[in-house]
């Protein structure tokens, strides 16, 4: 049997119950964000699993919001959505854009007719925007939900952003990993170390969602990741997670800029920070340039 695994542990939280608060309350949206690789792997089964999501989104009328690529499995996601007619919005920073989009960065051979058969973009929307600070940004705030399938290393820090965001109640939104021939099964133990070793808190192991699959590799090509990916978000307990008091606007979803009301010389708060952050990035890269010549 397929598990879904977002197990407890024994270690002793440094916190006490009164420290802690309810999250904010719960994106209204359906739209799902799928972090994924631009590379295709070695193994044909990433590719089943990315082709089960994609249809299952569209199925269930949940939009995909996701990195623009159309190679590797952000290509047989998307390819996969749009083919069964359900929405796609892909969100791309102008520099990957203007380089002519996403580039495969691992070493995997495996080439199915099945990528060149779903790679339909007729129903895709694409949004370019200035830096992968904004993409992220621009990801989260249109969805109710994370959805991580095998990657490298772009899609572990995304995943691992995004988890964070709810530790710190920046939002209140499911993330689910897809285990896929337990790939992520490293990930599940460095967070258990954590735990153990006191950077975690226990109550925090929650945050992320594993499933599983079948137990035998063997049936993991024909599983049903879709479904089980989608169930795993409707598990998700939005009243009952507690996590440590941070208030960023008045208990609202701080993911979604729309929501924000309060601003700082007209910019919201968060986009504030967000480009002051991209302001620090083009001087550092600029002296980097510099020191070149």
């Known amino acids: 049997m397929p598990t879904i695994s977002s197990h407890s ?10 420290q802690f608060t309810e999250m904010v309350a719960r994106s209204p949206s ?3 964000a799928v972090y994924c690789a631009a590379s295709l792997g070695k193994q044909k089964v990433f590719q089943a699993a990315a082709l089960s999501l994609g249809y299952a989104l569209s199925v269930d009328n949940r939009p995909l919001v996701y990195g623009g690529g159309n190679t590797g499995i952000m290509g047989v996601v998307s390819g996969a959505v749009s083919k069964a007619k359900g929405k796609v919005t892909g969100i791309i920073p102008y520099a990957i854009f203007a380089a002519g989009g996403e580039k495969d960065k691992g070493n995997g051979h495996v080439t199915a007719h099945a990528v060149s058969e779903v790679l ?3 129903h895709r929307e694409e949004i370019v925007v200035n830096s992968m600070h904004e993409r992220k940004v621009e990801m989260a705030r249109r969805v109710g939900a994370f959805i991580g399938l095998p990657g490298g290393f772009g899609t572990f820090e995304e995943m691992l952003e995004v988890i964070t965001w709810n530790q710190l109640n920046i939002h209140n939104k499911p993330v689910v990993l897809l285990n896929v021939l337990s790939y992520y099964n490293p990930l599940r133990e460095l967070i258990k170390n ?6 975690i808190n226990p109550r925090n192991e929650h945050l992320v969602i594993f499933v599983d699959g079948p137990a035998d590799h063997k049936e993991h090509e024909t599983f049903d990741w879709g479904k089980a990916a989608l169930e795993a978000i409707d598990s998700w307990q939005y009243e009952k997670s507690k996590i440590l008091p941070f208030h ?3 208990d609202e979803d701080s993911s979604d800029l729309t929501n924000v009301k309060a601003e700082m ?4 708060p968060m986009l504030h920070a967000l480009k002051a952050t991209n302001g620090w990035l083009k001087k550092v890269w600029h002296v980097r340039v510099r020191s070149r010549v």
């Open 9 to 18: 542990s024994p270690a002793q939280s440094q916190y006490s119950s009164e």
């Open 30 to 32: 359906r739209a799902v």
């Open 120 to 122: 339909d973009e007729a």
């Open 194 to 199: 954590g735990i153990q070793e006191g950077f």
């Open 248 to 250: 960023w606007n008045k």
């Open 265 to 268: 010389n007209g910019t919201p």
